[in-house]
């Protein structure tokens, strides 16, 4: 079975200090990893995927396939960055792509 | 302001009434998704559809039904059958294939009341 877990529901962090938000799956396939991301009053928008190993807006995340983890990381938090944060995994079901989210992360920079 | 809308942005029904929340997109996206967003529950998927005339279930599809006549339209109807509909409900699409980003529309509140 396909499942995204995100252990903290709510990450609070001072501004500067570095920030992780945890991400672990399971999945018998090779998985696709995602992090959306929903600022307040915005729409889920993608922050970055796990394919393009790109860093965005400062945020990086690493596929560990042994740990089965994909979290998210940046060095030094900004109050910008406060928001909801969700990880997806994309599996196949019966030729269908389907995304399976996580609970979500609440993420609060204080200043 | 193109891509994904979705209306009505709040919704209010009686118990026993049926609904229809509407999604239209303009990017062309063959595949067409509703999902349920709850607090502490992330989004579950209610249906998917990848090309017109075809969906499937999703998660939690009990209560629920679409259709998809249209590409850009991948309207969603909330039945009566449904026990807890109070939720936000999220529309999203993308292209077929694997790596492609969904895009999300920005939600309707449902309340039953």
């Known amino acids: 079975a396909q499942r995204v877990t995100q252990p903290e529901k709510l990450l609070s962090v001072f501004k500067g200090a570095p920030v992780e938000l945890k991400c672990n799956y399971s999945?018998?396939?090779?998985?696709?990893l995602f992090w959306y991301v929903q600022y307040s009053r915005q729409r889920l928008q993608l922050l970055l995927r796990?394919?393009s190993r790109e860093s965005i807006k400062g945020f990086t995340a690493d596929l560990n396939k042994g740990e089965t983890s994909f979290h998210l990381k940046k060095p030094f938090a900004q109050e910008e960055d406060s928001a909801m944060y969700y990880c997806?995994?994309?599996?196949?079901?019966?030729?269908?792509?389907?995304?399976?989210f996580g609970q979500g992360t609440r993420l609060t920079i204080n200043p | 302001d193109g891509g994904i809308t979705q209306s009505p942005k709040y919704l209010f029904r009686k118990e026993g009434q049926n609904v229809t929340l509407s999604c239209e997109q303009n990017?062309?996206?063959?595949?067409m998704y509703w999902y349920r967003q709850d607090p502490g529950q992330g989004l579950r998927l209610i249906y998917y559809?990848?090309?017109?005339?075809?969906?499937q279930k999703g998660d939690i599809a009990e209560g629920y039904s679409v259709s998809r006549e249209k590409k850009e339209s991948f309207p969603l109807t909330v039945t009566s059958a449904q026990k807890n509909p109070t939720a936000f409900y999220l529309c999203?699409?993308?292209?077929?294939?694997?790596?492609?980003?969904?895009?999300f529309g920005p939600g309707t509140r449902l309340t039953v009341l």
């Open positions: 999203a699409s993308s292209l077929r294939g694997s790596y492609n980003e969904q895009f």
């Open positions: 999945y018998s396939g090779s998985p696709e």
């Open positions: 796990h394919i």
């Open positions: 997806a995994l994309r599996g196949s079901i019966q030729g269908a792509q389907k995304l399976v």
């Open positions: 990017l062309n996206h063959d595949a």
């Open positions: 559809s990848q090309i017109v005339n075809d969906f």
